[in-house]
């Protein structure tokens, strides 16, 4: 096998979507610094999407620009994705860890990120009739990424196409059921919260009587 430095290993299993995560497997070149900034950069995509579209396609109407929906788009989906796949992968037997799945799930992210930013450049130059260029980028980059997210999956866990794409359908149910209860727990938090103050309040103004 090739030997690569860990920024290369990122365009060997881009560039070779089939073998280049097997050879990421057996040569350890992965890196979570990449990964991590990887997810960084799958933030600002987002964040370039909603916000910095080109006006003549997308508009964005809120008056109050708020950090946390896009943060959620990204990289609370993305961590979401990470547990509930190796939670999973326990049912299944896998062999992938959690670095592991991190590391491969962030790697193929790249061609959709890319494909995202690219989309955001072009839709301030090129017209509306221009626009079918824009859709083929985006349907070709994201088309890129399920390919490569599927053969990540296949060669961390070493199972075979037909179990592979159960397990995806599986970790698609446990992050509905995490975010869930992630949105119960913050629920609950926020009415422990403003119980917390009610009282508060109602103590001070007392004292202050």
């Not at 910095?52 to 997308?58: K, L, V």
Request: glycine share 4%; proline share 1%; hydrophobic share 55%.
């Amino acid at each position: 096998m090739m030997d690569l430095t860990k920024g290369q290993w990122v365009k060997h299993v881009v560039t070779h979507p089939f073998e280049g995560f097997e050879d990421l497997r057996w040569k350890k070149g992965g890196s979570m610094k990449i990964s991590w900034f990887i997810v960084f950069l799958l933030f600002f995509s987002v964040l370039a999407y909603n916000r910095m579209y080109g006006f003549q396609y997308y508009s964005s109407y809120d008056k109050i620009f708020n950090l946390v929906p896009y943060i959620f788009q990204s990289i609370i989906i993305f961590l979401t994705w990470v547990v509930a796949n190796w939670s999973m992968c326990t049912l299944f037997d896998g062999e992938g860890t959690m670095k592991n799945i991190f590391i491969n799930t962030a790697y193929a992210l790249v061609p959709y990120i890319v494909g995202s930013l690219l989309c955001t450049f072009l839709s301030h130059s090129l017209i509306q009739d221009e626009y079918i260029f824009i859709q083929t980028i985006s349907i070709i980059t994201e088309c890129w990424t399920v390919i490569l997210l599927i053969s990540g999956q296949k060669a961390v866990h070493q199972f075979t196409f037909g179990k592979t794409l159960a397990l995806i359908a599986l970790t698609i149910v446990a992050m509905v059921a995490i975010l869930f209860l992630l949105v119960l727990v913050l629920t609950l938090f926020q009415q422990i919260a403003i119980f917390i103050m009610s009282i508060y309040t109602e103590l001070s103004y007392r004292i202050r009587v």
